[in-house]
């Protein structure tokens, strides 16, 4: 569909001016739009912080249920439960626990003595923390298998070969272990940012982007515009911004972790 003038198509229009800082109709657009800049902060944050730390805590539960410990089926039940819960379910449940009166308080105050029970999701400095630790929780349980998989391609015969050189624990995880996970080591960094980045279930069900933004992405920034505000135009300019990002982020992680001959 064209404009009036016939000269451009009506959806270039609207994402070039989208983009551009246009204030003559009072609309903030993407550059001039604090909003915009706070959701890409926030988003690149809470992926910044989470992708490693999901990453490596689920490696180090693969480690503890690959090992030869009693009760290994039971733990790794225990660790995929939260995955296989719905989102909006884990959210609903951690809203009730980072409230004042909720379990999180009272844990604190129970080791705590002095600890002043605070609402964690109405504090700006605590929404996106309080978000991260349980995103993290809700996800590790399907990276760890992700790792565990990995963990159980890697030849028996290697280790026992090491350990006839004299290769302790942490030399048989260097030159045995890591090698043999790189492959997975790509596809689970390039999932968890993808997931992290992709944001908004939690921000969405727990915060709605408060307290004073400091919870909000740019999925949720775009959905509050387009289908909230009626601002489909922009909505899509952000969407468009978001696709580019995590294509650029993605292709910069393989070139990263691309192997080497």
Same mark, same amino acid.
Do not use: C
């Given at each position: ?117 605070? &609402? *964690? ?8 923390? =309080? @978000?991260? #630790? ?5 996800? /590790? ?84 515009? &387009? *289908? ?8 899509? =300019? @952000?969407? #468009? ?5 995590? /294509? ?14």
């Amino acid at each position: 569909t064209k404009v009036g003038s016939g000269s451009a198509y009506e959806g270039l229009q609207i994402l070039n001016q989208s983009i551009s800082a246009n204030y003559s109709s009072g609309s903030f657009w993407l550059a001039g739009d604090a909003v915009f800049w706070k959701s890409l902060i926030n988003t690149l944050l809470f992926a910044a912080v989470v992708a490693p730390l999901q990453g490596w805590l689920a490696l180090g539960l693969a480690l503890l249920i690959n090992s030869k410990i009693r009760g290994r089926v039971f733990f790794r039940t225990i660790y995929f439960f939260p995955v296989v819960t719905s989102m909006v379910v884990v959210s609903i449940l951690w809203v009730f626990m980072y409230q004042e009166k909720g379990l999180v308080n009272n844990l604190l105050g129970f080791f705590i003595p002095a600890w002043e029970p605070i &609402g *964690f999701l109405a504090e700006p400095s605590l929404a996106m923390p =309080a @978000i991260m #630790v349980m995103s993290i929780w809700q996800g /590790v349980g399907f990276h760890m298998l992700i790792w565990l998989s990995g963990l159980q391609t890697i030849s028996a015969e290697l280790y026992e070969a090491a350990k006839v050189d004299g290769a302790n624990a942490i030399q048989q995880f260097r030159h045995v272990t890591w090698p043999g996970l790189r492959t997975t080591f790509v596809f689970v960094l390039i999932t968890i940012s993808i997931q992290a980045m992709g944001l908004f279930t939690q921000v969405n069900v727990m915060t709605q982007g408060g307290p004073v933004d400091s919870t909000t992405t740019l999925v949720f920034h775009s959905f509050r515009e &387009g *289908f909230r505000k009626q601002e489909v135009g922009y909505s899509a =300019a @952000i969407a #468009v911004i978001f696709f580019l990002i995590v /294509v650029t982020v993605s292709l910069i992680q393989r070139a990263a972790t691309k192997d080497k001959d």
